[in-house]
């Protein structure tokens, strides 16, 4: 606090009553770091360990990393005052009880990583593959009833389950060799009380042509509606149908 004394409103909070546990093993040259064993430990709060290697850590161009990690959360509502300084927002976030889990792999160009957080009744996982010479990308997002009410108890939401992916390759939308095929569907969410399921939205590009399909099969919000559209640098064409 006296060194640091921007940092002691978050550091006070944090429970004093069990001591933190650090460990780093590192092994190896600049040419090839092995990371045995990190792990940093808060008794009863939380449990947070990684390990794998670097290499080529002294050269930027050529850097490479492949870790895996893992995280066991029981009890991080002590860090809500760090987040928030209205507290007026405690009572509407909540941090439940959770574990972690990933990879990560980076090379010039190219990064791999993927991600699992698990609750007792739910899980939120997502993937991505980037390939920055092929132009080539894909990522994926999937919720399988999460339950959002677990963190934000007050915002009315309940259990969702739903689907997010996009795999594509080339960034310019105009480039005829761009490709894109993307997708949300949401199949169940619990609003309010009242249930929303069998919701989409799926967008594709190829050869200058968009698309874009949203449809919605419920009666409080039921709709269907394709937009097309031709992107030219110089003009653009649209076409709407929908009900």
Not at 144 to 153: G, N
Not at 175 to 200: E, G, M, P, Q
């Amino acid at each position: 606090g006296r060194l640091y004394p921007a940092l002691w409103p978050m550091l006070k909070n944090v429970p004093q009553y069990n001591p933190m546990k650090m460990v780093v093993q590192i092994e190896g040259s600049s040419k090839k770091l092995d990371l045995k064993k990190a792990l940093l430990e808060l008794p009863e709060y939380i449990a947070i360990k990684a390990d794998g290697s670097v290499r080529n850590v002294m050269n930027v161009e050529s850097l490479a990393a492949n870790v895996d990690f893992a995280g066991d959360f029981k009890n991080m509502n002590f860090v809500k005052p760090i987040m928030l300084s209205d507290t007026a927002m405690y009572k509407q976030l909540d941090i439940p009880s959770m574990t972690l889990g990933g990879h990560v792999a980076y090379a010039p160009n190219n990064a791999d990583a993927s991600m699992a957080l698990r609750m007792d009744n739910g899980d939120f996982v997502m993937q991505g593959v980037w390939d920055g010479r092929a132009k080539v990308y894909s990522a994926e997002i999937e919720l399988d009833s999460f339950p959002l009410q677990a963190i934000m108890p007050m915002s009315g939401l309940k259990d969702i389950t739903v689907k997010a992916q996009a795999k594509g390759s080339g960034y310019d939308i105009y480039d005829l060799n761009t490709k894109l095929d993307a997708s949300i569907i949401l199949d169940r969410l619990t609003y309010d009380n009242k249930l929303y399921s069998d919701v989409r939205a799926i967008a594709q590009l190829e050869n200058g042509y968009m698309s874009l399909d949203v449809g919605s099969k419920n009666s409080n919000c039921a709709m269907d509606m394709t937009l097309s559209c031709m992107l030219n640098k110089d003009y653009y064409e649209f076409g709407v149908d929908g009900v």
